[in-house]
């Protein structure tokens, strides 16, 4: 395992694990953009209620997504019956 120095808030973090050093900055940068986002929309400077507050808003967005992919997952299944039954169809009537 590897260790790897990030910087989220002016704190600095020391992730252990396989993952890929750029990745691992990228998601750090994307939780110190969210928690810079909380801080400057409330106004408040307990680190604590900043870190909950972005962790609420990043699991939104996830929440957000993971709706969008069930929707569309379903919509490709409702499609693919469909053009099933249309060549269902179609093979009957050509026998």
């Known amino acids: 395992m590897k260790s790897i120095q990030v910087e989220i ?3 600095t973090y020391s992730v252990r694990g396989e993952l890929d050093e750029s990745y691992v900055a990228e998601i750090a940068r ?3 953009g969210k928690m ?3 801080a400057a929309a409330t106004r408040t400077v307990d680190s604590l ?3 909950v507050l972005a962790a609420l808003n990043i ?3 996830l929440h957000a997504l ?3 992919q069930a929707a ?3 919509d490709l299944r409702f499609r693919a019956e469909r ?3 249309l060549v269902d169809s179609a093979l009957k009537d050509s026998a």
Do not use: G, H, L, T
């Open 9 to 11: 808030f002016n704190q």
């Open 30 to 32: 994307y939780v110190d």
């Open 36 to 38: 810079r986002s909380v």
């Open 49 to 51: 209620r900043i870190a």
């Open 59 to 61: 699991a939104d967005e």
């Open 66 to 68: 993971r709706q969008k």
């Open 72 to 74: 569309s997952s379903d």
């Open 83 to 85: 053009c099933i039954q």
